[in-house]
């Protein structure tokens, strides 16, 4: 599928549009990312929404990251997950990172076995009923709300009324995450994408001073306008890597290694890759791993990404 750029007509007028352009923009915006998603075989998803969901999940992370003020940016988070040793616990940063890669990780529904899992991830050390009563709550919001943008910011409110003794920014941040999972579970869609967390601390949508949060009288318009901004940029992400992908496919059976094909796969489902993950996945050496990606920068399918002369990264 050709994706076609983002019509003008669907993208927030101004930062200061009122609620009704806020919420027709984010209703055009996720219909037409609605349609990518679907834009696979006999409608199923592309065979590159592994990777963008995961370099969604890299920008959610660092915006959450630069919230709890912590110092890694998004290519330190990148090298944290994709290069540190196997079954090395990930540092506080890291823990949000692999919170937002869950998206794309792992069968995902609003119940309370998967807010458990959240929860450790943010460290909150709430009490189990405690989750499961916000499980429940999750449910009757999806079941009540026929909107997902309704379903997205009650299921939001929930989170940050019934986490009220944990720490504020955590249960902020796992707000906006189940906003997001909420959100699918309304369209239909196989799995989450991050998309609040992407765009919540723009400086479009500041009022007064400060960014918008799920507890505000407001939240709904604010909820509104931000995935009105994070649909266009998820859409015109989906555009970038449909391209990227195409070409990798279009070279990969002129790849004479061992394993390419897995490595092709890799490509198309994460982020990024390095060299040693690639050897161990498709049982090829070091070496060889090397000359594959060689091979594939010289036929401009993928790029490197860290930029850095040793401990490369590569990806769409």
Request: glycine share 6%.
């Given at each position: 599928m050709q994706i076609?750029?983002?019509?003008?007509?669907?993208r927030l007028p101004h930062a200061a549009a009122g609620a009704a352009d806020a919420a027709f923009c984010a209703g055009a915006g996720l219909a037409l990312l609605d349609r990518v998603l679907r834009s696979g075989e006999d409608g199923a998803e592309p065979l590159f929404a592994g990777v963008l969901r995961q370099r969604l999940a890299l920008k959610a992370a660092g915006t959450s990251v630069r919230l709890a003020r912590q110092r890694e940016d998004e290519a330190a988070l990148r090298d944290a997950e994709h290069?540190?040793?196997?079954?090395?616990?990930?540092?506080?940063?890291?823990?949000?990172?692999?919170?937002?890669?869950?998206?794309?990780?792992?069968?995902?529904?609003?119940?309370?076995?998967?807010?458990?899992?959240?929860?450790?991830?943010l460290e909150l050390r709430t009490a189990a009923p405690t989750l499961q009563g916000l499980a429940a709550a999750c449910q009757e919001i999806l079941?009540?709300?026929?909107?997902?943008?309704?379903?997205?910011?009650?299921?939001?409110?929930?989170?940050?009324?019934?986490?009220?003794?944990?720490?504020?920014?955590?249960?902020?941040?796992?707000?906006?995450?189940?906003?997001?999972?909420?959100?699918?579970?309304?369209?239909?869609?196989?799995?989450?994408?991050?998309?609040?967390?992407?765009?919540?601390?723009?400086?479009?949508?500041?009022?007064?001073?400060?960014?918008?949060?799920?507890?505000?009288?407001?939240?709904?318009?604010?909820?509104?306008?931000?995935?009105?901004?994070?649909?266009?940029?998820?859409?015109?992400?989906?555009?970038?890597?449909?391209?990227?992908?195409?070409?990798?496919?279009?070279?990969?059976?002129r790849l004479r290694a061992k394993g390419a094909a897995r490595v092709v796969a890799l490509l198309l489902a994460d982020d990024s890759l390095s060299p040693a993950r690639a050897a161990k996945a498709a049982r090829l050496s070091d070496r060889a791993a090397r000359r594959l990606f060689e091979r594939l920068i010289a036929l401009e399918a993928v790029h490197e990404l860290s930029g850095r002369p040793s401990f490369r990264l590569y990806g769409l």
């Open positions: 076609s750029a983002f019509p003008n007509w669907a290069l540190a040793p196997a079954g090395a616990p990930p540092s506080p940063a890291g823990r949000l990172h692999r919170l937002f890669r869950l998206f794309g990780a792992r069968p995902l529904r609003l119940e309370a076995e998967t807010l458990a899992l959240a929860a450790d991830l079941a009540r709300n026929r909107s997902p943008l309704l379903a997205a910011a009650d299921v939001s409110r929930a989170a940050v009324t019934l986490l009220a003794d944990a720490a504020p920014l955590e249960a902020e941040i796992l707000a906006l995450w189940l906003a997001d999972l909420a959100l699918a579970q309304k369209l239909g869609w196989d799995a989450p994408v991050p998309l609040l967390g992407t765009t919540i601390a723009q400086p479009a949508l500041r009022r007064d001073g400060r960014r918008p949060r799920p507890g505000d009288a407001d939240w709904q318009n604010a909820l509104a306008a931000a995935y009105a901004l994070a649909a266009p940029e998820a859409h015109g992400l989906a555009g970038e890597l449909s391209r990227r992908a195409n070409k990798l496919l279009a070279v990969a059976p």
